[in-house]
């Protein structure tokens, strides 16, 4: 599985980025996927998770309501949109997947498939 993320850059508080993770393989519908982000001098921290279906979603608290994760099996791609953008989420942020990341979605080390990250800034 490779996975490419898009769509990072440099906005002001406030506004809005959506990012994309486009994905390898015909199976695509098959991945649990999950976005990640990692600020300077800390470590992974989970942001969203969205099943295969597409139907369950699931969020860090510090983002519900701001942030929608979803998915085009068709395209092979899962987005996130981020609306109501503040400093304090700037990160590189990561696309995930793995076979056994729906079971403990919110813990990186479930996930063995990661894509290369993407950087997001959010000015004040």
């Known amino acids: 599985v490779q996975l490419q993320a898009s769509g990072g850059g440099l906005v002001q508080a406030g506004g809005s980025l959506r990012l994309s993770c486009a994905a390898s393989?015909?199976?695509?519908?098959?991945?649990?996927m999950g976005w990640f982000r990692q600020a300077p001098g800390k470590g992974r921290e989970f942001v969203a998770a969205?099943?295969?279906?597409?139907?369950?979603?699931y969020y860090t608290d510090d983002v519900k309501g701001r942030f929608t994760i979803s998915r085009d099996n068709a395209k092979n791609t899962v987005y996130l949109q981020m609306n109501s953008l503040k400093p304090e989420d700037t990160a590189v942020y990561y696309c995930?997947?793995?076979?056994?990341?729906?079971?403990?979605?919110?813990?990186?080390?479930?996930?063995?498939?990661w894509g290369q990250g993407t950087q997001v800034t959010v000015s004040s």
């Open positions: 995930a997947t793995g076979e056994y990341a729906a079971q403990r979605y919110r813990i990186p080390g479930q996930y063995n498939y």
């Open positions: 969205i099943s295969r279906s597409g139907d369950s979603t």
């Open positions: 393989g015909r199976t695509f519908s098959s991945y649990f």
